[in-house]
């Protein structure tokens, strides 16, 4: 199993940017891909990015492509989303995954979840 922790999270102005963190604890993050969801009030949880396990691909909804890096720090067992020019829209809880699939986009394939961090944009 792998417990994960997200922080980062806060209150920015549109355009801005934020970096949250997932923190993975007891088995090695490497041993699942990771991803990033995220769930406005009223909506589903929906995809944001994906890491596979060994790094080397990524896969990022349309929405924030170009504006959104997903990475890892196999060091600090930790990922990362990079979050830049920031909108409105992207107001929501974001969520980090881990999954023993290939590199998943959606919530069915995940095994395991983060409490969530907020993330609020103002206009």
């Known amino acids: 199993q792998v417990q994960l922790v997200e922080s980062g999270g806060g209150l920015v102005q549109a355009g801005g940017s934020l970096r949250l963190s997932c923190a993975a604890s007891?088995?090695?993050?490497?041993?699942?891909?990771m991803g990033w969801f995220r769930q406005a009030p009223g909506k589903e949880r929906e995809f944001v990015a994906a890491l596979s396990r060994s790094g080397g691909s990524t896969m990022y909804a349309d929405f924030v492509k170009g504006r959104f890096t997903i990475s890892r720090d196999g060091a600090k067992n930790t990922v990362y989303l990079q979050m830049n020019s920031l909108k409105p829209e992207d107001t929501a809880v974001y969520y980090c995954a881990a999954s023993q699939f290939s590199i998943p986009t959606t919530v069915k394939m995940y095994n395991y979840w983060g409490q969530g961090t907020q993330v609020t944009v103002a206009s």
């Open positions: 007891g088995r090695s993050g490497r041993d699942y891909a």
